[in-house]
C-alpha cells in the first residue's frame, strides 16, 4: 500500500511561507486530513509537538523515507485570527485554484523586515538648579551642543528626540555622554504609524428614511437572533447606502463587534474615510497598496489588538485581522476590480461570503446597479434584497439625453461636444454650479495606422496596437515598449499616418478652447500617480476650485458632489464594443453610475450621454435608470447562451515562451476534460483574444456547466495532471467565472 505524505509550514509568518517540511500522513488521518488543516506535529531534535499547516498533499516522498516523522494528529479546532485566515486560504486554493501558499500570500500581512516604530524623547532627571550648573561646566569646556541641549531641558522637562537632533543641532554622541552623567535619560514608547491624517470634525448627523430604517431594523433583528446572513441593498444613486452602512457599523461597534468596508477603487478611499473618520474618529483607518509595508503591518496589528473598529479599502482589506468580526461591507459590489487578476484568481464576493461564515459575521452587498450574479442570487432567496428607491434630498433622477454624434455631424457640428452638451456646459458655467465629462480613455492614448494601406503600427512584443503619445512616442500598455513615431507607413511608405486621438487630455484642451475661462480638473491614470493625487483632486473639486471634472472611470464610481448638476458622457459605448458577454452590463453599470452623479444636490440635474448605438438595450435602460428593464433582458441572453450567472465557466489559461509547445498543452488538457464527463462544454482551445503578450504566447480554453462544483473537480483533475506532467517552460491558471473572456 502506497504512503502519503503532507508539506506542513511550522511558521505562519509572510516571509517564511516558502519553507514547508514533509511529514507521513498516517493511514487513520488519509479521509480525514485535508489542505489547510491545522496538524500537530514532532518538530526539532527534541519532537516537541508544534502546531503546523497542510499546504499539500501527496505519495511523492522528497527525502529519506526513514528519517521522515509521521504527524502526530489533527488539532482541536481553535477560533484564532490566524486560523480563520488560513481556512479562508484553503477556501481560496480549493475554490479558485493555485497552490496553498499563494493562496497564503494572499490573506496573511506581510511583515518581512518591517521595523517597529518608536517615539523617543528626553526626560530632565537633575532639578533645574543642578541643570544650569551643569549648562555653566559645559560652556566653560567650550561643549556648545550639550550647553544647548541642557538650557533646553532647563525650560522644559521633557523634549522630543527627534526635535534635539534636528532643531537643536545636537548629535547622539552628545545626548549618550549626558545620560552618562545622569543628566537625563532617553525614553522611548513603542507605537503605531497611522495613515490616517484627518482632522476630526463633527458630522451632521441625518435622519433616516423610512426605507433605510427597515434595512436597520430587519439586519440587527436577524443578527441578534443568531442569524447571520448575506443582504443586497439596491439603492439608486443618491438614495444613502452609506449612511445605512454606518448606521449598521455604529450597531456592531455596541456589540463589541469590527467592519470591514470594501470599496473597489483608491480613489473612493479619501472621500469614505472622511465620511467615516467623521462619525467613528480615530476608531477607523485604512487597507490599500499606497501605504508603506510597515503602515499595513501597522494596521493589522492595531486590528489584532482590537485599537480600531473600523478599516475601510479595497480587495485586500478582507483579510484584515480582525478578531471580533461582525460585518463586511462591499460596496459598488458590481465592480470588476473585486475580481483578483492574478492567481489565485478569486472574486471577493465569495471569499467575503466564507470570510463571514468562518467568523459568525453578516456580508452586506450595496449597489445602483448590482451585479447580474448578486441579483440572480437575490431573486433566488439566496441573498435576502432590501430595496432603496428614492433619493434622501428628495430630488428625482437626472434628466437624460441621449445624444448620436452621426447627427451632430450632419448637422455641420464637428466637436467632440454636441451641441446640448456645449448648451448645459455654458448655462452651469454661468451659474456657478459643477460639471463632470466622463470618457473611459486616457491622456493622447490611440492607435496609430496608415491611411493609404490600413497598416495598424503594433507591438513587436505583444499582439496589440501601439498607443500614441505626446512627445511622439508610440507606447505599448502591456510590456512597456516603446519606440519613436514613423514618418512614414514601414509597410507602403505613405506618409499618411493618422492616429485616434480621443483621451481626457485632449478633451482637457478642447474643453478650454471651447470655455477659455472654465476652471478645469482632470482625474485619470496619468494625474493621479503619486501618493495623495486622488485626494489632492477631489478635495479641490469638492471645495469648489474648479468647475468641470474631466476623468476616466473613477471620476463615476461612488463620489458625491452636491454641487454637480451636469454630467456628460462622451464615446459611452466604446465598452459594447468589447467582444465580452459581459460588455452590454459593464456599459449599463458604467452608464448607471455617470449619470447618477449629477443632481445629488437641492438643484436638479442633467445628464448628456454620446453614443453611437443609441437603440442599444444597455444604453436605453441606462438613460431611463431602469434596472429591472436591463436585467430581464440581460439574464435572457445569460440563459440562452449559458454565460453565468446562468451557468458557470472555467477558463483555463495557458502561456509559454513557445508557441507550438503552448498549443500542444492546452489541447491536450481540453482533451482531459473533455474524457471527464460529457456534460462538460469545452470551447477551444484557440488563442487568447491578445495571443502575445512580451513574446509569452496565450491560449484559452473554456468550461462551461451548470454546477460550480463540477468546474472545481474539473480544475482538481487538471491540477493533478499538471503535477503529473510538471511542465518547465509553460504556466496555466484558473479563472472562475471570468471578469472578461478578452
Known sequence: MSERYADIIVDISHEKLDKTFQ??????????????????????????????????????????????????????????????????????????????????????????????????????????????SLQGECERKHQTAKARLLRALAQQPEIPYEWVTGRLGVAASAVKSLEREGALRVVSVSGYRNPVRLRPEEEQRVALSGEQQVIVREFFRDFDGGKTDTYLIHGITGSGKTEVYMQLIAGMRERGRQSIVLIPEIAL??????????????????????????????????????????????????????????????????????????????????????????????????????????YYRASRGEYRMFPLRQRLTGGSLPTVHTVDPREELRAGNRSIFSRKLQELLEDRLAKGQQSMLFLNRRGYAGFLSCRACGHVMKCPHCDVSLSEHRGGRLLCHYCGYQEPRPRLCPVCGSKYLLGFKAGTQQIEEKLKERFPKARVLRMDGDTTRTRDSYERILSAFAGGEADVLIGTQMIVKGHDFPNVTLVGVLAADLSLGANDYRSGERTFQLLTQAVGRAGRG???????????????????????????GFYEEEILYRELSGYPPAAHMLAVQIYGKT????????????????????????????????????????????????????????????????????????????????????
Not at 501558499?101 to 523617543?120: C, D, F, G, M, N
Not at 484584515?320 to 464576493?349: C, N, Q, W
Not at 437641492?602 to 435608470?625: C, F, N, R, S
Not at 509547445?661 to 489541447?667: D, M, R, S, T
Open 23 to 132: 511529514y507521513r500522513v498516517p493511514e487513520r488521518l488519509w479521509d480525514t486530513l485535508e489542505t489547510g488543516m491545522c496538524v500537530m506535529i514532532p518538530f526539532g531534535s527534541g519532537n516537541t509537538l508544534r502546531k503546523g499547516y497542510c499546504v499539500s498533499i501527496g505519495e511523492e516522498c522528497k527525502f529519506d523515507a526513514a528519517r521522515i516523522k509521521e504527524i502526530a494528529g489533527i488539532a482541536e479546532k481553535d477560533v484564532s485570527v490566524e486560523d480563520r485566515l488560513i481556512a479562508l486560504a484553503a477556501f481560496i486554493r480549493k475554490y479558485f485554484g493555485g497552490t496553498m501558499i499563494q493562496a497564503l500570500k494572499t490573506v496573511l500581512p506581510a511583515k518581512h523586515s518591517v521595523r517597529k516604530l518608536e517615539h523617543r524623547h528626553l526626560e530632565r532627571l537633575l532639578d533645574k538648579e543642578a541643570l544650569l
Open 269 to 374: 478611499t479619501y472621500q469614505t474615510l472622511l465620511r467615516f473618520y467623521r462619525r467613528f474618529g480615530d476608531r477607523v483607518s485604512v487597507m490599500n497598496s499606497t501605504l508603506s509595508p510597515g503602515e499595513k503591518y501597522d494596521q493589522c496589528e492595531r486590528a489584532r489588538n482590537g485599537e480600531i473598529d473600523v478599516i475601510i479599502g479595497p480587495r485586500s482589506a478582507l483579510f484584515t485581522p480582525f478578531p471580533r468580526l461582525g460585518l463586511i461591507v462591499m460596496d459598488e459590489e458590481h465592480e470588476g476590480s473585486y475580481k483578483s487578476e492574478s492567481t489565485p484568481k478569486y472574486h471577493a464576493r465569495e471569499v467575503a461570503q466564507e470570510a463571514a461564515r468562518l467568523s459568525e459575521a453578516s456580508l452586506v452587498l450595496g449597489s445602483a446597479t448590482p451585479s447580474l450574479e448578486a
Open 602 to 628: 437641492t438643484v436638479p440635474g442633467e445628464a448628456v450621454i454620446q453614443t453611437y448605438q443609441p437603440e442599444h438595450y444597455a444604453v436605453v435602460h441606462a438613460a431611463k435608470q431602469d434596472y429591472e
Open 659 to 742: 508557441e507550438e509547445n503552448a498549443k500542444q498543452l492546452a489541447e491536450m488538457l481540453s482533451d482531459v476534460v473533455k474524457s471527464i464527463e460529457s456534460r462538460m462544454k469545452v470551447i477551444g482551445p484557440a488563442p487568447a483574444t491578445i495571443g502575445k503578450v512580451n513574446d509569452v504566447f496565450r491560449f484559452v480554453f473554456y468550461v462551461k456547466h451548470r454546477e460550480y462544483g463540477q468546474l472545481v473537480h474539473a480544475k482538481d483533475v487538471l491540477e493533478e495532471k499538471l503535477r503529473v506532467l510538471q511542465p518547465r517552460r509553460e504556466t496555466v491558471q484558473f479563472d472562475f467565472d471570468p471578469m472578461s473572456t478578452l
